[in-house]
């Protein structure tokens, strides 16, 4: 397990059943995990990665997960098959697919996996009194973070905020895919 800096992560369930099977239960409330899991061979081992959105399970497989301030969750699958359940609904997160989930919906349909870390840049103003606005756009599945501070994204991955503007005029911003890839800017307000 790779966790991020940052992430709020907590074992709440690790024992073993009557016939030898490996129970673990996790609860990820903010940040982002990346999970090698080797198969499960006992039908009664598990592994759960419970959010504020849902419940993600595997029995072996690579991937991971990114949790918003919202709950808002993202599940990205590398080898393997990963299973999210929401409000009644659940959704196979296959090997290259990935999904998000927000709290109090059903997951989305699983797209092709993108671990894509591009920021579309919509507005960046100076608002006076030291401050700017920043709108932007990311994959939906990914973490917009601004001063240490994880920024809450829409169902389409656009985010709005006014923040601090800096004496250099420049804002560090980083972007990180459910897998954990990371792409840090430094936008420079005009």
């Known amino acids: 397990m790779e966790v991020a800096e940052n992430t709020k992560l907590q074992i709440q369930k690790l024992h073993s059943t009557s016939n030898n099977g490996k129970v673990t239960e ?3 409330t903010g940040g982002q995990v990346r999970l090698k ?6 039908r009664e081992s598990r592994l759960e990665i ?14 991971g997960v990114s949790v918003q301030p919202s709950g808002k969750t993202g599940v990205a699958t590398l080898k393997g098959q990963v299973v999210t359940s929401a409000q009644g609904k659940t959704v196979s997160v296959n090997k290259g697919f990935q999904s998000f989930v927000i709290p109090g919906k059903p997951p ?12 579309q840049i919509k507005i960046l103003a100076d608002m006076g009194n030291q401050q700017a ?5 990311v994959d939906p599945v990914n973490l917009v973070i601004l001063a240490n501070e994880s920024l809450i994204t829409n169902q389409n991955g656009e985010f709005e905020v006014i923040t601090a503007l800096p004496n250099n005029r420049k804002i560090a911003v980083s972007i990180t895919t459910p897998l954990g890839k990371k792409q840090k800017y430094e936008l420079a307000v005009p």
């Open 26 to 28: 996790l609860l990820l």
């Open 37 to 42: 899991v080797r198969p499960l061979n006992n």
């Open 50 to 63: 419970k959010t504020p959105a849902g419940i993600t399970g595997v029995r072996g497989t690579e991937f």
């Open 108 to 119: 989305s349909p699983p797209v092709r996996l993108r671990d894509d870390t591009s920021l």
């Open 133 to 137: 606005k920043i709108a932007g756009k």
